[in-house]
C-alpha cells in the first residue's frame, strides 16, 4: 500500500473513533437524562454520520467487522493488510 493510501485509510479510520467515542459519552449521558432531546438529535445524527463513513471505509478499505457485520468487497478483503486494528 503506498504512503498516500495509508495515509487516507489512517484518517478515515481516525475519525470513526473520533465519532465512536462521541457515541459512547452520548449513550452514557442519554442512559441518565432520558429527555434531553438535543442529546438525542445530536446522537441520532452522529449514528448516521458513522454509518456514511463506515460504507465509505469499507468500499475503500474492505471490512470493519467479521461475522457478518460488514460486507467484503474482493478484492478488498480479509487478507489485506493492514487491519483496521493495526493502525
Known sequence: MDKKRAKIQFEMLRKLQEVDFVLVELNLYLDTHPR?????KQYNQLAQERQKLRFQYECEFGPLNNFGHSFNQYPNGWNEPPWPWQI
Open 36 to 40: 434531553d432531546s438535543n442529546a438525542l
